[in-house]
């Protein structure tokens, strides 16, 4: 297992709901990040953060908001969604921000947006 | 265009058949590459690194060209482990630069079959 885990791993919410997902990585990384990957298209890099500071936002709507209390934890903190949001969300984590190093992925959390 | 380019496949192909795989990127900035494999409803998984000077890791050999922006994987003696959605991956960042920005091919299938 890669060390990196998140719960919960399915979420079904209505559009009005307010919901947060966890992601915490066991491996004493400084880097973290959330992707989306939606039915029939790559994944896609939401969220970076290094040491706890955010430093890509890459364009993700204001419904998504993320937060990143210590360098083992990331929450991404979901409120009034759409259903073309209903993807699986992935957290990863890497030792720092090199493109060499390697991101392990956890298992995801499946979310479907009625 | 898109960034990374992958046919989807699926590759059908029988047990001890060697498969290749191409991927295509276009940004010539990129610095750094990679396959992953995602199995069906898994996180992806860094399969190896790719390097200018080809790189083989057992029945895996990958190869990467700069000056034509294209990646390849060959897989020999396919076994049936090995069915699996491959994804081509790029980074902006290096060695030494910060900037752990992976972006996604959308991955072909492959299904090896006995």
């Known amino acids: 297992e890669t060390g990196v885990t998140q719960t919960p791993r399915h979420l079904v919410m209505g559009m009005t709901n307010k919901k947060s997902l966890k992601c915490e990585q066991h491996?004493?990384?400084?880097?973290m990040y959330w992707y989306k990957q939606s039915a029939k298209k790559p994944l896609e890099l939401m969220f970076v953060?290094?040491?706890?500071?955010?430093?890509e936002n890459n364009s993700v709507p204001s419904r998504f908001s993320p937060e990143c209390p210590n360098s083992s934890h990331l929450f991404l903190h979901l409120h009034t969604l759409q259903p073309e949001d209903s993807a699986l969300y992935l957290c990863?984590?890497?030792?720092?921000?090199?493109?060499?190093?390697?991101?392990?992925f956890g298992p995801g959390t499946r979310l479907t947006v009625l | 265009r898109k960034e990374v380019e992958q046919d989807p496949g699926p590759f059908n192909v029988p047990e001890g058949a060697t498969v290749a795989f191409n991927c295509t990127y276009s940004?010539?900035?990129?610095?750094?590459f990679f396959w992953y494999r995602q199995d069906c409803r898994k996180e992806p998984k860094l399969l190896m690194s790719?390097?200018?000077s080809g790189n083989e890791d057992g029945r895996f050999t990958a190869q990467l060209n700069r000056a034509s922006q294209y990646i390849s994987l060959l897989i020999r003696d396919s076994k049936l482990s090995d069915s699996a959605t491959y994804l081509c991956?790029?980074?902006?960042?290096?060695?030494?630069?910060?900037?752990?920005?992976?972006?996604f091919g959308g991955g072909t299938r492959l299904m090896v079959k006995p």
């Open positions: 990863a984590s890497s030792q720092d921000l090199r493109g060499v190093d390697t991101q392990y």
């Open positions: 940004n010539s900035a990129s610095q750094s």
């Open positions: 491996l004493g990384h400084n880097a």
């Open positions: 790719v390097y200018s």
């Open positions: 991956v790029v980074n902006k960042g290096g060695r030494g630069n910060a900037g752990n920005m992976l972006t």
């Open positions: 953060y290094s040491l706890e500071e955010r430093v």
